[in-house]
C-alpha cells in the first residue's frame, strides 16, 4: 500500500498571498477613488459653466431690454432713473426692463424693475413685483452664479464715451425726469468669476 503525502502552504507563503492580495487591493481601491474624485470635478465643472451661461444669458437679456421709464422711491416722491449704476457697491446695477410676457388672465405691467446683487461670492438677481414700490413690496430672490469675484460694467454715452457710473450728469437746459430717462448706447459687463476667469459681453441698448 503506497502512501500519498500531501503538502500545504507554509506560513511564507501565506504571507506572501496575503501581502499581494493587499497590494492589488490598494491599487483597485486607489483608481477607485480616483475615478471617483475625476467624476466630481467633471460634475463641478458642468455646474459651473451651467451658471455661467445662465447668469449671462439673464444679465444680456436685462440690459437688452432696457427701458426708460424711472420709479418711485417707496414714500412716492422721489425719482430713481431707469438705471443706476454705482460702481464698488454690492449692488453694482439697477434698471427697468421690458419685455415681460403679459397674460390675459393676469393684467400687469410688460415692465419689470430689476436690481443685482454680490452676495458672499454669489450673484443674486433681486425682481419687484411693482415698479413703484411701496415699503410692503417684497422682490423675488434668484442665485444665478456662485464663486463670483466680482461684477463690472461700463456704459457708452452719446458722446461716445465709456462710464463707470450712470446717469452721467445732466446737461444745461435739461429736465430733471428728461435726466432720469436717459440710457446708454450700449453697456459692457465683465463677470470675474473664481473657476472661468473673466467673460465680457457688450450688449446694444435698443432707441
Known amino acids: 500500500m503506497t502512501r500519498r503525502s500531501t503538502r500545504g502552504f507554509t506560513l511564507i507563503e501565506l504571507l506572501v498571498g496575503l501581502f499581494v492580495t493587499a497590494v492589488m487591493f490598494a491599487i483597485g481601491y486607489g483608481a477607485l477613488t480616483e475615478v471617483a474624485r475625476n467624476r466630481l ?7 459651473s459653466l451651467s451658471e455661467l451661461r445662465r447668469a449671462v444669458r ?3 437679456d436685462d440690459l ?3 427701458h426708460p421709464r424711472p420709479i418711485r422711491d417707496e414714500l412716492g416722491r ?3 432713473p431707469a438705471l443706476v449704476a454705482e460702481p464698488g457697491t454690492l449692488s453694482p446695477i439697477g434698471l427697468t ?3 415681460r410676457t403679459t397674460t390675459s388672465s393676469h393684467s400687469r405691467s410688460s415692465l419689470q424693475r430689476v436690481e443685482y446683487l454680490i452676495e458672499g461670492g454669489r450673484l443674486v438677481r433681486f425682481v419687484w413685483p411693482v415698479l413703484d414700490r411701496v415699503q410692503s413690496s417684497n422682490a423675488s430672490r434668484r442665485v444665478l452664479m456662485r464663486d463670483v469675484r466680482s461684477l463690472e460694467f461700463r456704459y ?3 458722446r461716445g464715451d465709456w462710464r463707470t457710473d450712470w446717469p452721467p450728469p445732466p446737461s444745461s437746459g435739461e429736465s430733471e425726469i428728461s435726466q432720469q430717462r436717459i440710457r446708454p448706447r450700449a453697456i459692457e459687463f465683465t463677470l470675474i468669476t473664481e473657476s472661468q476667469g473673466a467673460i465680457r459681453r457688450v450688449i446694444e441698448v435698443p432707441r
Open 64 to 66: 437688452g431690454q432696457l
Open 41 to 47: 470635478e467633471i460634475q463641478n465643472t458642468q455646474t
Open 78 to 80: 422721489i425719482y430713481a
Open 97 to 99: 426692463r421690458g419685455g
Open 156 to 158: 457708452l454715452d452719446d
Open 58 to 60: 439673464v444679465l444680456a
